[in-house]
């Protein structure tokens, strides 16, 4: 069974420049979240959905990011313009929410913003 | 608000040693435990889990006991392998939004 896909694998920009992050969850689930880990900040939530909807976009650090899940089999999210400092790896997750909450990740996309 | 607070490392030990890495927590209601572990350029993976008061999670010889009382979820193993070497994340899970709150991550290397 596939796990989270997400693409691409790296991805090397220049500042200015808008970036897409790709996410594909497992078949099935219905809750999927994007974080990002930096050395200085450890992993920090972006967004969550639950059934293709935003429930919580709190953690989302400006109006340049964006996130959608257009159905339940894909999410994008998105960096317009890009910035140095955005540089990370960025990881999806998704999970059933039913009596469990295991969340399974994906392999990241590590982000480097020139 | 949530939070939790793991031992910070990084550690190193010889294989074949006694593992131990702690992980307190602070948290509303009865919070869902969970030790993560990301190998290099990998994602994270669930290593092991509990749900409940006095629940041990067991999983590839490590084990964790939820213990309420002291609000803690250490991680354990008898005899590290070098194979064990990655960043290990404590996280919690409470309410009913199901997000992780996790723990800065400790990174154990684990010497031939």
């Known amino acids: 069974d596939a796990g989270v896909i997400q693409s691409p694998r790296h991805e090397v920009t220049e500042m200015g420049q808008e970036v897409t992050l790709r996410c594909k969850p497992i078949s099935g689930h219905n809750s999927l979240f994007w974080y990002r880990q930096t050395m200085m900040r450890g992993l920090e939530l972006l967004i969550y959905?639950?059934?293709?909807?935003?429930?919580?976009d709190s953690g989302m650090p400006e109006d340049r990011f964006s996130a959608k899940m257009p159905n339940a089999s894909f999410s994008t999210l998105k960096i317009q313009p890009s910035e140095p400092r955005d540089s990370a790896v960025y990881f999806c997750?998704?999970?059933?929410?039913?009596?469990?909450?295991?969340?399974?990740f994906g392999p990241g996309t590590r982000l480097t913003v020139l | 608000g949530n939070s939790v607070t793991q031992m910070e490392g990084p550690v190193t030990l010889s294989e074949e040693a006694f593992l131990t890495i702690n992980c307190t927590y602070t948290?509303?209601?009865?919070?869902?435990l969970f030790w993560y572990v990301q190998y290099p350029g990998e994602g994270l993976q669930l290593l092991l889990k509990?749900?409940?008061?006095?629940d041990k999670g067991s999983n590839k010889g490590f084990e964790a006991t939820y213990r309420k009382e002291t609000t803690s979820f250490h991680l354990e193993k008898g005899s590290v392998q070098v194979s064990d070497s990655a960043v290990y994340f404590c996280?919690?899970?409470?309410?009913?939004?199901?997000?992780?709150?996790f723990g800065k991550g400790t990174l154990l290397t684990v010497n031939p």
């Open positions: 948290a509303t209601g009865y919070p869902s």
């Open positions: 996280a919690l899970s409470a309410g009913s939004n199901y997000k992780l709150t």
């Open positions: 959905f639950n059934n293709n909807v935003p429930i919580d």
């Open positions: 997750a998704s999970s059933l929410i039913d009596s469990t909450d295991t969340q399974y």
């Open positions: 509990a749900t409940k008061a006095d």
